[in-house]
C-alpha cells in the first residue's frame, strides 16, 4: 500500500470512488448538516485541498493500482494569544469498506500527520460524528483523546 498525494491522471478515479461515497456517507450519517451540493453528488472535486501549501489530500493506493482510501486535511493556525504552535486538522477520512480493519486508515492518518509536523504543527485534532462509535473506537485506539465537545445550531 501507497499513500502519497493524488495524480493528475487520477483525479477524477478519486473523487468518483473515495470523495463521493465518503460525502455520502457522511450525509447519510447526519443529512442536515452534511447536506452535499448538486457537484459534490455528481462531480465531487479534488480542487479544495490541491495547490495550496496549508492543505492536502492524500490518497491510499494499492500495489494493483486500486484506490483504498483518503484522507484529507489542513493546517489550523493558532490564535496569536496563545503560545503553541498549529495543529493539523482531519477534515475527511474514508476507506473503501472492503479495505476497512487492514490498516489502511491508520497509514492515513500518520501520513496527514507527518505532513503537518513538516509544516510547523505540533498538535493533530479532528472531530467524530457523536453516533459513529467504530470510529471514535479507532480514533482512540490511535491514540486520541477528547479534549472538547463540539457544539452547534442552527442561525
Request: one cysteine or more.
Amino acid at each position: 500500500m501507497e499513500i502519497r498525494e493524488p495524480r493528475p491522471d487520477e483525479h477524477d478515479r478519486i473523487a468518483t470512488e473515495l470523495l463521493r461515497p465518503g460525502f455520502l456517507e457522511a450525509e447519510e450519517r447526519e443529512p442536515q448538516y452534511c447536506n452535499l451540493t448538486e457537484q459534490a453528488r455528481t462531480t465531487p472535486s479534488l480542487d479544495s485541498w490541491l495547490g495550496e501549501d496549508d492543505r492536502t489530500i492524500l490518497v491510499a493506493v494499492t500495489d494493483d493500482g486500486e484506490l483504498a482510501g483518503d484522507v484529507s486535511g489542513a493546517v489550523s493556525p493558532t490564535p496569536p494569544i496563545y503560545d503553541r504552535p498549529p495543529a493539523v486538522y482531519c477534515d475527511g477520512l474514508y476507506v473503501k469498506p472492503e479495505y476497512r480493519r487492514e490498516g489502511v486508515a491508520t497509514e492515513l492518518l500518520d501520513s496527514l500527520v507527518r505532513w503537518g509536523r513538516e509544516r510547523g504543527c505540533g498538535f493533530f485534532s479532528l472531530s467524530v460524528h457523536v453516533d459513529n462509535e467504530r470510529a471514535t473506537e479507532f480514533f482512540e485506539a490511535y491514540g486520541m483523546e477528547q479534549a472538547y465537545r463540539s457544539m452547534r445550531t442552527r442561525i
